[in-house]
């Protein structure tokens, strides 16, 4: 039984029991402790009522949040993880690309080195056409 049914249930054992007792227990005691903490009781009742049923409507919404801000995290969690693994890749492609470079540099380098040679083999060949016609 949930904290607010349990409260109305008291308050009902206690109003039942008053109104057997009242006919039985009518004395000068009786109405000094009705009029002293048993009739404000009764009174306030109505508010303490209505203040647990607010507190609960409350905790049901904030459990409602609760539950919608699990989500939300489960959600983020799970987009992290998928842009972790995005940066891991991006990485990994980052690493290659580089790799590649520099096979990229040693291979201009290389031909650099060769122009010379090049340059002097062309100009060999060049001369050795010279005059030769062209079909």
């Known amino acids: 039984m949930d904290t607010y049914n349990l409260f109305i249930y008291q308050l009902q ?21 009705n009029l002293r903490y048993l009739n404000p ?17 409350m905790l049901d919404n904030l459990k409602a949040r609760i539950v ?12 992290s993880n998928s842009i972790m693994a ?7 492609d980052e690493q290659r690309v580089y790799a590649i470079l520099e096979i990229a540099d040693l291979r ?5 080195d060769a122009m010379p040679t090049l340059t002097v083999m062309l100009n060999q060949a060049s001369q050795c056409c010279h005059g030769v016609p062209v079909q």
């Not at 919608?68 to 987009?79: D, F, L, P, Q, Y």
């Open 86 to 92: 995005k940066c891991r890749d991006a990485d990994e």
């Open 108 to 112: 201009i380098a290389e031909v650099s």
């Open 41 to 57: 009781h009764e009174e306030d009742c109505e508010h303490m009522v209505n203040a647990l049923m607010v507190q609960n409507e």
């Open 68 to 79: 919608g801000a699990e989500k939300c995290i489960g959600t983020a969690r799970s987009i």
């Open 13 to 33: 054992l206690l109003q039942r029991f008053r109104n057997d007792i009242s006919t039985k227990w009518n004395d000068a005691a009786s109405r000094d402790i």
